[in-house]
C-alpha cells in the first residue's frame, strides 16, 4: 500500500432534529394541552489519534465523513433522539487544518482527540413555548444545520531517530541491520520514495528519502519529505566513504536542513559514515578525523560487520537515553 502523507476530507456534523406540534389531552384540559418534544441535537464530528501511519492511504477512495442527524421531537413530551457522532481515526503526528474555519489542530499523542465540528441543535417542540400568557402555542422551530468543513490533513512522522542523508548514502540498508525493517533497497539513487520506519528497542527510527541541494526550495524529493525530519527528537547524519569530501558533503546536507528549518540546528545528532567496507583503513580514519570537527560522535559503519552494528546500536540507545535525563 502507498504511504500517503497528504489528504483532503469532506467532513458534515450532524443536523439538528426539527421540534413538533403536537397535543396531549386530559381530564383537566380536554381540548390538549402542548405536548411537541423537542429535535435531537446533531452528531459532532471528532478526530482521534492513533498509531497507523498507513491510515491515509485508506481514505483516498472513501474521504467523506458525515455524522448522524438528531431525531425529530415526538408525542407526549418526548424529545428526538441525537444523532451519532462520527470519529475520524488519523496517524499520530498529523496536522489537521480546517479550511473554512482557520483552524488547526495537531494530534501528538496516542489517543488524542479533539471536537472539530459541531452538530446542529434541535428545535423546539411547542410545549417550550407554553407560558401563562399563551396556554396554547402553536409553533415550533426547525433543528439547526450542523457544521461543515475540508479538512487538509497532513502527517509529519513523529519518531525518536531520523536517518538522513544523500540519495544512495546507505540509510535504508542501516535501517534494515538494525531492526530487521524491509525497506526497498537498490543501488540507485531515491530508492526510497516513502518514508520506512523501524523499532529499535523500543526507539522508531525513520528513513527519510534522499535530500540533495536545494531541497528546501523544492529541488527533488526531499521537500516533500523535510516535514518528516523536524518532528524527530535526533538525527543521523548518513555520510558514504564515497563522498569525495564528507566533511563538505555534512555541512551542505546540514545547510538543507536548516534553511527549511531554523530549530533542527538544535537537534542532537550523530554520523554514521556509511559503507565503511569500501574504503581502505587509511581512508576511513582520516574521514572519521575530518568528521570530528563538529561531533566527536562519528561511527565508521558497514552493514556486514555484525559486530560494528552491534556496538553502534548500543552507542545510539545510550545516547538516547542521554539525551532523556
Known amino acids: 500500500m502507498k504511504f500517503v502523507d497528504e489528504i483532503i476530507l469532506k467532513v458534515f456534523a450532524g443536523n439538528g432534529g426539527d421540534g413538533v406540534v403536537r397535543w396531549h389531552a386530559n381530564r383537566n384540559n380536554p381540548k390538549g394541552g402542548p405536548a411537541g418534544g ?42 428526538g433522539l441525537d444523532g451519532e457522532n462520527v470519529v475520524i481515526d488519523l496517524p499520530i503526528g498529523s496536522v489537521v487544518t480546517l479550511k473554512e474555519k482557520g483552524k488547526t489542530f ?4 496516542e489517543g488524542e482527540e479533539y471536537i472539530v465540528l459541531r452538530g446542529g441543535h434541535g428545535g423546539l417542540g411547542n410545549e417550550h413555548f407554553k407560558s401563562s400568557t399563551n396556554v396554547s402555542p402553536t409553533e415550533s422551530t426547525q433543528g439547526k444545520s450542523g457544521e461543515r468543513d475540508i479538512l487538509e490533513v497532513e502527517l509529519k512522522l513523529i519518531a525518536d531517530i531520523g536517518l538522513v542523508g544523500y540519495p544512495n548514502a546507505g540509510k535504508s540498508s542501516l535501517l534494515n541491520a538494525l531492526t530487521n525493517a524491509k525497506a526497498k533497497v537498490g543501488n540507485y539513487a531515491f530508492t526510497t520514495l516513502d518514508p520506512n520506519l523501524g523499532n529499535l528497542f523500543g526507539y522508531i527510527i525513520a528513513d527519510i528519502p534522499g535530500i540533495i541541494e536545494g531541497a528546501s526550495t523544492g529541488k527533488g524529493l526531499g521537500h516533500k519529505f523535510l516535514k518528516h ?60 578525523k575530518d568528521l570530528r570537527e563538529v561531533t566527536d560522535k562519528v561511527y565508521p559503519i558497514s552493514i556486514y560487520d555484525d559486530e ?16 532523556a535525563k
Open 106 to 109: 495537531e494530534l501528538l499523542s
Open 229 to 288: 525530519i523536524n518532528r524527530t527528537k535526533t538525527l543521523i547524519f548518513c555520510i558514504s566513504v564515497e563522498q569525495e569530501d564528507p566533511i563538505s558533503a555534512y555541512r551542505a546536507l546540514f545547510d538543507e536542513l536548516v534553511k527549511y528549518d531554523r530549530a533542527m540546528a538544535e537537534l542532537p545528532f550523530v554520523i554514521a559514515l556509511t559503507k565503511a567496507d569500501m574504503a581502505s583503513e587509511e581512508e576511513v580514519a582520516k574521514f572519521v
Open 308 to 323: 560494528i552494528l552491534k556496538t553502534f546500536a548500543d552507542e545510539i540507545i545510550i545516547f538516547l537515553r542521554s539525551l
Open 38 to 79: 423537542n429535535g435531537g441535537r446533531g452528531g459532532d464530528v471528532l478526530i482521534r489519534a492513533v498509531r497507523d501511519n498507513s491510515l491515509l492511504s485508506k481514505y483516498r477512495g472513501n474521504n467523506v465523513f458525515k455524522a448522524g442527524h438528531g431525531g425529530a421531537g415526538g408525542k407526549s413530551s418526548l424529545h
